[in-house]
């Protein structure tokens, strides 16, 4: 069992920037392809961000060029580097953790989740 604790979140003004980090327990975490998702009120969950266990990303369209993944094997943490924030970014962040070589769009294929960060920005 894998136990995912995202911190970071918080209130900004537009144009401001976050850092999110996600903090995995276990001794496996170089093994997961790790994800950031975000849903807001009346929305789906949408993946924001993914990198897998060699380090390659993948972004939302809406996303590239302003927010950045990483992860420190050492640590067990992923972090999730958010710039030039848009009101439309407000969201609860999760990260997501899944044993796989490969990255996944779909919520349901992840198979771990933290507890979620809440990110507001404010216009």
């Known amino acids: 069992q894998v136990q995912l604790v995202e911190s970071g979140g918080g209130l900004v003004q537009a144009g401001g920037s976050l850092r999110l980090s996600c903090t995995a327990s276990?001794?496996?975490?170089?093994?997961?392809?790790m994800g950031w998702f975000r849903q807001a009120p009346g929305k789906e969950r949408e993946l924001v961000a993914a990198i897998t266990r060699g380090g390659s990303t993948n972004y939302a369209d809406s996303v590239k060029g302003r927010f950045t993944i990483s992860r420190d094997n050492a640590k067990n943490t992923v972090y999730l580097e958010m710039n030039s924030l848009l009101p439309e970014d407000t969201a609860v962040y999760h990260c997501?953790?899944?044993?796989?070589?490969?990255?996944?769009?779909?919520?349901?294929?992840?198979?771990?989740w933290g507890q979620g960060t809440q990110v507001t920005v404010s216009s």
């Open positions: 276990g001794r496996t975490f170089s093994s997961y392809v």
């Open positions: 997501a953790a899944k044993t796989s070589s490969s990255w996944y769009v779909s919520p349901g294929r992840y198979d771990y």
